[in-house]
């Protein structure tokens, strides 16, 4: 086919194939087509039947763009997939909420105007031990919020060691700038004593800030002062000592997990005045930050002008809610909360898995290590199986329907079955065999 054979767009969409579809998709639709064959006859190659590809574009124009993906990763807490799936109970939640009206912002009892964020305050006191919480669209936003609304203008004192960068060039030490406090760096990279922060107190300091090392670890000769340490400190001075804990792990569950992340009952009764976490990392629920402590500092938080800015909406709220009731019984949570369902399952039941998938596919089994994510427990290696099939099916598995993202290495592509579950596993072996008829 010459370029001067193509069709003109109108030609095109008036086969009548795309008679009654909403003409101005299947006009954007042809275009595309079109482009395509235009650069496929410059490079040399036939672009085929034109109404067939007029098609592909136009199923391509409908299909959501924001898609469920099935992770073969291994990595748990996976960023850039989403991070934590949330558990059917959540889920439910937000159907009910989402599909009518609710009471956000109504007292049912006296027909009043109510808070968002009497929802989920008492159960996260309740599962902390604070006096008071509030919730924001991220963790994030949480501190950003707690040092505008307790230090602007004034200073915050952090440890050299804990000005961390979370991911994507995202840096601690720039959102705690635009929060309109001033930093004050104390202590080094690898070192820092409760008395160089005894030593950085001055007339001017507002807050005592301690970051989690959430996705790195500083090992050899080392030295961090512990939360008590400087809860002493902060308390001498009459300033409020902020955790900013990141992972978001609840006392509920941390014993069964591996390693030990800190969680915010332990901080809070360690001395912190305030912590803060992501809603959506090893809590397993949806992206928020959760702000809880002293219901005085909370309360300033809540009067601040960036909290109308950084609230969360009904939906997360009412998956937080779902999510968080779970831990009201631990077992219950370990067994419904896909987070950490895949962070304790037993090796052999993830290898049976993967045995399971290389029957049906014809791969074969490897074993692997799966991690945690989401920038917690950096060191953890989740044992894990993997199945392992041709690496030239990688890229024809991400772009199947559902996508299936593996791990290419070693000449192969390895499907790891620590965060599939068993009804992912018949997903994933038709996808293999529909990406190998494909290539
Ligand atoms: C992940 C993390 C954040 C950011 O949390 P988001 O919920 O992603 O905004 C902040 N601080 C620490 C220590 C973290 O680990």
Do not use: W
């Amino acid at each position: 086919m010459r370029l001067r054979d193509l069709p003109s767009v109108d030609d095109l969409v008036r086969d009548q194939r795309f008679e009654g579809e909403p003409r101005g998709q299947v006009v954007q639709a042809a275009r595309r087509a079109l482009d395509r064959a235009r650069e496929e006859i410059r490079a040399g190659t036939d672009p085929g039947d034109l109404v067939v590809r007029l098609a592909g574009e136009l199923e391509a124009l409908r299909r959501p763009h924001l898609r469920r993906v099935l992770n073969a990763t291994g990595v748990v807490v996976h960023t850039n997939l989403g991070r934590a799936p949330l558990a059917r109970p959540a889920l439910d939640r937000v159907v009910e909420v989402g599909q009518g009206y609710s009471n956000l912002e109504y007292e049912l009892l006296d027909g009043r105007r109510g808070s968002r964020q009497e929802h989920v305050a008492e159960i996260l006191r309740h599962l902390t031990g604070a006096e008071a919480a509030l919730v924001v669209n991220n963790n994030a936003a949480a501190v950003m919020l707690a040092l505008a609304a307790l230090a602007e203008g004034r200073e915050v004192l952090v440890s050299r060691g804990e000005l961390i960068e979370i991911g994507d060039g995202f840096r601690i030490p720039d959102v705690l700038t635009r929060s309109g406090a001033r930093l004050r760096e104390v202590g080094t990279t690898n070192r820092t004593r409760a008395a160089d922060y005894e030593a950085a107190v001055g007339s001017d300091t507002a807050v005592l800030l301690r970051v989690h090392q959430s996705n790195f670890r500083v090992v050899g000769f080392t030295e961090q002062p512990a939360v008590a340490e400087l809860a002493r400190i902060a308390k001498a001075h009459g300033l409020p000592l902020v955790d900013d804990l990141g992972s978001g792990v609840l006392e509920a569950s941390n014993r069964r997990l591996l390693g030990s992340e800190p969680d915010a009952a332990a901080s809070l009764s360690a001395g912190a005045d305030l912590a803060c976490f992501s809603g959506d990392k090893l809590l397993g629920g949806p992206q928020a930050g959760i702000v809880v402590g002293r219901a005085d500092l909370v309360e300033r938080l809540r009067r601040h002008p960036l909290q109308r800015a950084l609230r969360a909406d009904k939906l997360t709220l009412a998956a937080l809610e779902g999510t968080l009731a779970l831990y009201l019984d631990p077992d219950r949570a370990v067994r419904e909360i896909p987070v950490l369902r895949m962070l304790v399952e037993p090796v052999e039941s993830v290898r049976e898995r993967a045995e399971r998938l290389a029957r049906l596919v014809d791969g074969e089994v490897e074993q692997t290590v799966g991690r945690v994510g989401g920038g917690a427990l950096p060191l953890a290696e989740l044992p894990s199986y993997a199945c392992a099939v041709e690496v030239e099916l990688a890229a024809e598995l991400r772009a199947g329907e559902p996508p299936i993202v593996g791990i290419v290495r070693d000449g192969r592509c390895l499907l790891d079955c620590r965060t599939l579950d068993d009804a992912d596993v018949v997903e994933v072996a038709a996808g293999v065999a529909r990406a190998r008829d494909r290539s």
